[in-house]
């Protein structure tokens, strides 16, 4: 029997989805439980300090910080020794890279995807700027992606879904494949995170990042680094500290994102991938002839997040519409650059994000808006 998910249930536990607003731009970010805002604000009130002091707020917030990794570790299906936090993916990224930037070599190539957020792209080019690399570009459906490998390859980014486009991709396959190349299999999951299961060791990923704050967590980034990684790198970090985390880390956000990955488990991915499904399918079923989809048409290989125009309608004019009316979405290029031009879409399209919160009325509220624009 398929396990439902209580939308009203889950919708209950929300102080910011108790407005009448369509929240439809999860992909930019999640609404928060109150659960998580209470812990980060019991946190504060509780036990705000500094780890490695000899009392009791201190100790606590060690506990807090163990905790963390614990919860990420569960949630990444590594070890907790594995786990690095950070302020956003992007800055973990821009700091990772730097990393294993100190054992590649001049002409050294590394392998991105024109599916790919910046944020796994452009860290590479600077890196490549920096250590004379070489960057090579797989297509948007990835069909190229072995043509681009070749012995000088040491790291092949890709995303697990794309931002833009919703596009799912094997990502075991492509750790295989970087991985016969003798590469880093190096993930960008922070658009697949808030719509499926991770388990690192299962589609055996060297490193992947991801955002909490894009599933239902404070605003952070969360990083899987390989022991055998980490053991070999050499960190940028301040010499008294341990392991690859830079200066004091947000504690009042780790202890918001333990009770996200608690608030995850008490739904379940059963639950939420068959209500997303669901969903998209609606959306997918309901969209009218005057609009053109980018990406999957259907929800075989995808997660629920759609680009798409309106004809003869800008995506911020349409954007604007929608939001007016109490409908929130997104409109440019969310940062994917390259899928974006290889769809000669300058002003980008118009993103309609669902997530596990979003309803069947607000599927069909957006839907009526998009007819009768
Ligand atoms: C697929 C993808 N990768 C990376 C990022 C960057 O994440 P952060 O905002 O944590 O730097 C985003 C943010 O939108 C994203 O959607």
Same mark, same amino acid.
């Given at each position: ?66 905790? &963390? !990794? +614990? #919860?990420? =570790? ?11 936090? *950070? $302020? ?89 494949? &970087? !991985? +016969? #190349?003798? =590469? ?11 719509? *499926? $299961? ?176």
């Amino acid at each position: 029997m398929q396990v439902r998910l209580d939308v009203e249930g889950v919708r209950a536990r929300f102080s910011a989805l108790q407005r009448p607003f369509a929240f439809l731009d999860g992909p930019a970010g999640t609404q928060v439980p109150d659960e998580v805002i209470d812990a980060i604000s019991g946190y504060l009130r509780e036990s705000n300090a500094n780890v490695g002091g000899q009392f009791e707020t201190s100790r606590r917030t060690g506990e807090l910080v163990t905790a &963390a !990794h +614990e #919860a990420a =570790a569960r949630f990444l299906g590594c070890s907790a020794d594995e786990v690095i936090f *950070g $302020p956003s993916m992007t800055s973990l990224n821009f700091n990772l890279t730097r990393t294993v930037g100190r054992e590649l070599e001049a002409c050294d190539e590394i392998v991105v995807t024109r599916l790919d957020h910046d944020a796994n792209v452009a860290p590479w080019l600077e890196l490549a700027h920096d250590r004379e690399l070489v960057v090579r570009f797989a297509d948007s459906d990835l069909s190229d992606l072995e043509d681009q490998l070749s012995e000088r390859t040491r790291v092949v980014a890709f995303p697990w879904a794309s931002n833009a486009l919703g596009t799912l991709v094997d990502a075991h396959r492509i750790c295989e494949l &970087a !991985h +016969e #190349a003798g =590469a880093l299999a190096w993930i960008d999951a922070v658009h697949y995170a808030p719509h *499926g $299961p991770i388990d690192v060791a299962a589609v055996d990923a060297d490193v992947l990042l991801c955002s909490p704050y894009k599933f239902c967590g404070p605003h952070l980034g969360l990083a899987f680094v390989h022991r055998r990684l980490l053991d070999r790198w050499r960190p940028y970090k301040v010499r008294p500290a341990p392991g690859y985390e830079t200066g004091t880390a947000q504690h009042e956000l780790l202890a918001g994102f333990v009770a996200a990955v608690g608030y995850l488990d008490s739904l379940g991915w059963e639950a939420i991938t068959a209500h997303e499904r669901e969903l998209g399918g609606r959306f997918l079923e309901g969209l009218p002839e005057r609009i053109t989809l980018y990406g999957p048409s259907s929800m075989e290989g995808r997660v629920p997040t759609f680009a798409l125009n309106v004809d003869g309608r800008s995506p911020a004019e349409v954007a604007a519409h929608l939001g007016e009316r109490g409908i929130f979405v997104w409109d440019g290029d969310y940062y994917a650059v390259e899928a974006m031009q290889r769809l000669g879409l300058e002003n980008g399209a118009v993103r309609v994000g669902i997530v596990h919160y979003n309803t069947e009325g607000e599927v069909d509220r957006v839907l009526a808006e998009l007819r009768a624009l």
